[in-house]
């Protein structure tokens, strides 16, 4: 499946087959940089000691990329599970009765549309050429391009996660003695800022709500859990 931009006969460039794998590497970045940029930012603001620190985001980085890649896994996994299962269905279908089958193709390019007869000759001739890539295109509605691939999703979560999460760690380790929240923070949010842009560029849709919508909700993740590690830090 090439990651390209699919270009159509005619001029306009379509992005839908870019779907797939982007939303799990940018779901997996942004996880990556909030979680990580949160959990540091926590941990500071309960006890600055530089090793604190860098123990929590080391191992924040470690199990978000774990849990991210499994996660991804195992949903894509049970999604190819019911895709197959559906194909399997939908061949032994055409085994046992072909004509109904064919009736069936015929009768949900009428409800698109086509004439009685038109819809009628497509289906025979797609039957022709391939009947069960016919049907589970138009039946299931599943194409090459969104077919479920578990190995793919999760190594693109697990590695984005991982390098994303390396960018607040990085921060924490270069800020000066004392400065590690707002050298964080700052930080976090100029990646969160170019992850919106970039995840919005490669998907083809506008960048300003894409980057407002990250820096929204990474800035609210911040700012709740140095509350959280505030109120430990008083209290411990
Ligand atoms: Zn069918």
Redesign the pocket.
């Known amino acids: 499946m090439s990651p390209l931009p699919y270009q159509s006969a005619h001029e306009e460039l379509h992005f839908i087959n870019r779907s797939g794998w982007l939303r799990a590497a940018v779901l997996g970045a942004n996880d990556g940089i909030v979680s990580v940029a949160s959990l540091i930012v926590g941990v500071a603001a309960a006890d600055p000691s530089p090793t604190a620190v860098l123990i929590a985001g080391g191992a924040g980085l470690a199990a978000g990329a774990m849990s991210m890649a499994a996660g991804e896994y195992v949903s894509v996994s049970s999604q190819s599970d019911i895709e197959r299962a559906d194909i399997a269905r939908?061949t032994a279908?055409l085994r046992d009765t072909p004509e109904e089958?064919e009736r069936?193709?015929a009768s949900i390019f009428e409800s698109r549309g086509l004439s009685q007869a038109t819809a009628a000759l497509v289906a025979r001739e797609l039957t022709e050429k391939d009947a069960l890539g016919a049907?589970v295109r138009e039946?299931l509605g599943l194409s090459e391009v969104h077919a479920a691939n578990p190995l793919q999703a999760a190594l693109a979560s697990g590695l984005t996660f991982s390098v994303a999460a390396a960018m607040p760690l990085i921060a924490a380790v270069l800020a000066p003695a004392g400065q590690v929240i707002p050298v964080v923070v700052g930080a976090t949010l100029v990646c969160l800022a170019l992850l919106g842009a970039l995840g919005a560029q490669a998907g083809g849709a506008p960048k300003l709500p894409a980057t407002l919508r990250v820096l929204f909700w990474g800035a609210a993740a911040m700012a709740i859990t140095a509350g959280v590690g505030r109120i430990f830090g008083v209290s411990v």
């Open positions: 939908e279908a089958e069936e193709l049907h039946e």
